[in-house]
């Protein structure tokens, strides 16, 4: 086995030590009531958090019941939104359109979690914003120290640093382990997952 290989199979393993067993616990609780309050899910991401974005849409509607999307899903509305009106307001006023209100929730994935200081993904920073402005909850898995959403939000799971020439993979990866330890949760799975219902 080569070197980077062993190297890479061991930072997995101390990213999986090193996450917050609490914060995915209230996650959980939180999204159990965004759920009981008859409450939508928004889930935003950009590149490998997009696509780990309409993976979780899928999951959530499906194995949880709670009724979920991602602005990425409509290519034809996200492109005509950034060439109209910019990128930087392309999630926000995808939310005013889908009239976000405070039994909702906004689920970010994203390597940094947005900074408004160093402009950096304030598609996320200002749909953030309004979901503040509402009262909606804020959830959150991202990496490095979790950005503004990790500084806004009611649940955010940061994945762990473990080297800093490998933050993107292990941040994209751990996402989807996290939220499918959320959809397969006994508390929040409504629905059987098929491989598991065939005997």
């Known amino acids: ?22 914060k995915i616990e209230k996650m959980i609780r939180l999204l159990i009531k965004v759920r009981e309050d008859a409450g939508r899910l928004f889930i935003l991401g950009v590149g490998g958090g997009a696509g780990n974005a309409a993976h979780a849409v899928n999951d959530f509607r499906k194995i949880c019941g709670i009724e979920s999307y991602t602005p990425t899903d409509n290519v034809s509305e996200l492109t005509a939104r950034v060439n109209d009106d910019g990128w930087d307001t392309s999630f926000v006023n995808w939310l005013k359109g ?16 947005g900074n408004s200081e160093k402009n950096i993904s304030m598609n996320l920073v200002k749909a953030l914003e ?12 991202v990496g490095r120290d979790g950005g503004y959403t990790a500084k806004v939000a009611d ?43 065939v005997k």
């Open 130 to 141: 309004y979901a503040k402005e509402v009262n909606a909850k804020v959830f959150g898995i």
């Open 155 to 197: 649940a955010c799971v940061i994945i762990p640093t473990v080297n800093p020439e490998t933050v993107t993979p292990h941040t994209e990866s751990f996402q989807a382990v996290v939220w499918h330890l959320l959809v397969s949760h006994p508390d929040m799975k409504i629905s059987e997952m098929k491989w598991e219902s």
């Open 1 to 22: 086995m080569t070197s980077y290989v062993a190297d890479y199979l061991k930072e997995v393993h101390s990213v999986i030590d090193g996450l917050d067993r609490n």
């Open 98 to 113: 889908s009239r976000l209100r405070k039994n909702d929730g906004v689920f970010v994935f994203s390597v940094g979690g």
